[in-house]
Nanobody
Framework: QVQLVESGGALVQAGDSLRLSCAAS?????????VGWFRQTPGKEREFVTA??????IYVDSVKGRFTISRDNVKNTAYLQMNNLKPEDTAVYYC????????????????????WGQGTQVTVSS
């Protein structure tokens, strides 16, 4: 089992930056698990934002150039650096983990990820 705890959500203004953290515990190894971030707004499905699978970083088009995913395997913590935030980035952000996957894996679907944190609210005001 893997436990994930997010932190860092806040109310910020458009153009601001924010860094989310995802602390992992349990049967974790930085080299066995991919880590991802999803976000969700009321009434909508959980949306893929980014993933770090081994050394490959994957981003949804809407955050490319603004968001950066990283991880510290010593601290067992993943991060999501969010720059130039926009009101449309407002959502609950969830950290997720799943075993390292191959190219055919459907990582865009939230149901493909095994472990989840509780979520952290990010609100961007205009």
């Amino acid at each position: 089992q893997v436990q994930l705890v997010e932190s860092g959500g806040a109310l910020v203004q458009a153009g601001d930056s924010l860094r989310l953290s995802c602390a992992a515990s349990g049967r974790t190894s930085g080299y066995d698990y991919a880590v991802g971030w999803f976000r969700q707004t009321p009434g909508k499905e959980r949306e893929f934002v980014t993933a770090l699978n081994w050394n490959d970083r994957i981003y949804v088009d809407s955050v490319k150039g603004r968001f950066t995913i990283s991880r510290d395997n010593v601290k067992n913590t993943a991060y999501l650096q969010m720059n130039n935030l926009k009101p449309e980035d407002t959502a609950v952000y969830y950290c997720a983990a799943t075993p390292i996957f191959t190219g055919s894996y459907d990582y865009l679907r939230h149901t493909s990820w095994h472990y989840w944190g509780q979520g952290t609210q990010v609100t961007v005001s205009s």
